[in-house]
């Protein structure tokens, strides 16, 4: 494993401590994330791996699963392995040269040494997804599958993955190393890859579980998926009205929404073959055609009727498909996982999560999945340079749950936490502290076309903790903007970011509390001063120097939290730097979205609300002020 490898290399006293004490879970965790984000540098260059499939097979070779918790530090064996038998995590020696890249083709051989029970589990994509990648493998290993395999679309991807001893095979397709943006033509292109993956994998005889790397597993999949035998194709869907309350698959007469190709589970049958070569040939005949499309075309030609017995699949493309729909409340969306809850609502345990039904980009999916806690980020994500600073948001009951769900009652609870959150904002650039953003309450979803609040037949709560992408650009927010114009970069965490577990004991215990208070009453003055139980009484309204000569004598405390943000702080004194703040945080928000009654449909959040008499949260009135406030 690779955490075995990495204690190697580590320092003495922490193998000593390591091998005298016992692992607990958390600690685990913590040490393999670690060995996950170690690793050598890559190189460029690629073939076609097209050209690589069709090898002859070899004799299945035994499947080994990474154990729980290890007793001691292993010894690294010196005998010769193959790249795809060696446990998941266990790293080669850095002393070996990387196997040239022919030895990484895709072939029957590479798939059996990584099948299990007739199973394999696989996802690609570029260097720009590798933390996604580790945190899906990670999530697989630590529920006990070693069955899976990662397609590398450039060499810097294999190269680091080889290195971290995650089993890996060229997919050769000279892809950028960098993001690319849903609906590109890159995009595009990573679509007709997964066909032709799929294409060519089920001729050896294997069950594929396909997967976009933009989810995770949260539950073995595989005991579910193996209760439906008959089926040919097991597909996710867009579903977000429930059509079970349990976990039987959703009854696909009910289900409306589109099929999902993030998650799908086929069997090497005759009916699923014919269905992924017809499914290429379309995809590879027309690049117009979006891969997700081109499948529910082909599978809705014929949709009907259901498979004799109570399993719930019916007969679909050509007639002789057997296709099941698994159930949105489990194989969630970003929609009934973020926003709906449904498991947590119908009390069942969620298998997966896809980050679709989400805004800002790439950004706004792994700030989803850190929300959940279910992402795995190096250890120093959790111990940021300068410390964090938090606040209670105290927000009234009556913005909350009084009076009518609707435009106005969602804007007025949205722009209340919108002002305090930009008075965070400047605390946290004034002294140079990474925010922790509180959750945030909505009364209304966000989706893309006019709806009355919240999707007609969800079971969508009313207010609900709504995704930090709901309201806030978080992919402008992570940007990189040029200082001298948007002053110093203000780094963000998540609202769950104090509860996940692998927080560091000597963060979480590192904490003051910050009592705001009016100056002028009894103990309220500017001073370094605590109270007995630990409390630090501030002056509401103090000024930027005061800020600075308070807390500069707390800068080695890791968290600061704030009892409220409203009124604490007046703006900076310097008019340069204020100018640049506001340039900086009014980019932060986005729109609402949508009204019926009205083309545009969409409403801007605005940062600076409260300074403008007469603010509403009405849609652009001409073609003219369709454009993020000034």
């Known amino acids: 494993m690779g955490w075995r490898n990495a204690f190697d290399n580590a320092k003495p006293v922490f193998v000593t401590i390591y091998a005298t004490v016992i692992i607990g879970i958390i600690f685990s965790s913590l040490y393999v994330i670690s060995a996950i984000y170690s690793g050598k540098s890559a190189a460029d260059s690629t073939t076609s791996w097209l050209s690589h499939v069709g090898s002859p097979p070899v004799e299945q070779a035994p499947n080994v699963s990474q154990p729980a918790i290890v007793q001691a530090v292993p010894t690294p064996s010196l005998e010769p392995r193959s790249m795809s038998t060696r446990p998941i995590w266990e790293a080669p020696l850095h002393t070996n040269k990387m196997p040239p890249l022919k030895k990484f083709r895709l072939s029957k051989e590479l798939v059996q040494e990584r099948v299990k029970d007739n199973v394999i589990i696989v996802t690609f994509g570029n260097y720009a997804f590798m933390d996604f990648i580790l945190t899906w493998v990670k999530h697989l290993t630590d529920l006990g599958l070693s069955n899976l395999l990662i397609g590398a679309m450039d060499t810097k991807l294999l190269e680091a993955l080889y ?11 000279h892809m950028s ?24 994998i089920l001729p050896y005889g294997y069950e594929l579980l396909m997967c976009d790397t933009d989810m995770v597993w949260l539950k073995d999949p595989l005991p579910y998926l193996a209760r439906y035998p008959e089926a040919d194709v097991l597909t996710s869907s867009d579903q977000v009205v429930p059509t079970v309350t349990d976990d039987r698959l959703d009854i696909w007469q009910q289900v409306g929404a589109a099929y999902n190709i993030g998650i799908f589970h086929w069997r090497p049958t005759d009916a699923a073959k014919r269905l992924a070569k017809e499914w290429k040939d379309m995809l590879l005949a027309d690049e117009k055609i979006w891969d997700q499309n081109g499948f529910n075309d082909l599978v809705r030609k014929q949709l009907g009727p259901p498979v004799e017995g109570e399993s719930g699949l019916v007969y679909a493309f050509d007639g002789n498909l057997k296709l099941g729909v698994l159930p949105a409340s489990i194989f969630c969306s970003g929609h009934t996982y973020f926003v709906q809850a449904m498991y947590q609502q119908l ?19 792994r700030h989803r999945l850190r929300e959940g806690m279910v992402f795995y980020d190096p250890p120093e994500y959790y111990d940021a340079p300068g410390g964090f600073l938090s606040f209670k948001p105290s927000i009234p009951k009556t913005l ?17 936490q919108i002002k305090q959150i930009r008075m965070a904002l400047a605390i946290a650039s004034l002294l140079n502290r990474t925010l922790v953003m509180p959750p945030l309450w909505c009364r209304l979803d966000r989706l893309w076309f006019p709806h009355p609040g919240v999707l007609e037949g969800s079971i969508t709560r009313q207010p609900f903790i709504c995704p930090l992408d709901h309201v806030f650009e978080v992919n402008v927010m992570l940007k990189e903007l040029p200082e001298e114009i948007f002053g110093p970069q203000i780094n963000i965490r998540e609202y769950s970011f104090f509860d996940n577990p692998l927080m560091p004991k000597q963060v979480k215990e590192s904490w003051l509390e910050v009592q705001l208070c009016q100056e002028g009453t009894q103990d309220c003055v500017a001073s370094n001063t605590t109270s007995p139980s630990g409390v630090l009484r501030f002056p509401k309204r103090s000024n930027e120097e ?5 807390f500069s004598s707390f800068k080695d405390v890791k968290i600061i939290q704030f009892s409220s943000m409203q009124d604490s702080f007046p703006g900076f004194t310097d008019k340069a730097r204020e100018e640049k703040f506001k340039n ?22 605005d940062m600076y609300w409260d300074e403008k008499p007469g603010w509403k949260p009405i849609p652009p009135q001409t073609p003219e002020d369709d454009h993020p406030p000034p």
């Open 163 to 173: 290195w971290k001893g995650v089993p890996v095979f060229d997919m050769g397709s």
């Open 177 to 200: 190393t960098i993001d690319v943006g849903w609906g590109s033509p890159t995009f595009h292109k990573m679509g007709r890859e997964k066909v032709i993956l799929i294409d060519s």
């Open 347 to 365: 009390r069942l345990e969620p298998y997966a999560v896809h980050t679709t039904f989400q805004y800002a980009g790439t950004e706004g999916k």
């Open 400 to 416: 909350l749950l009084d009076g009518e769900h609707n435009v106005k009652s969602h804007f007025s609870l949205i722009n209340y």
């Open 546 to 550: 005061t800020f600075k000569t308070i």
């Open 584 to 605: 900086r945080v009014k980019r932060y928000v986005g729109i609402w979205c949508c009204v019926a009654e009205h083309t545009p449909g969409h409403i801007y959040y």
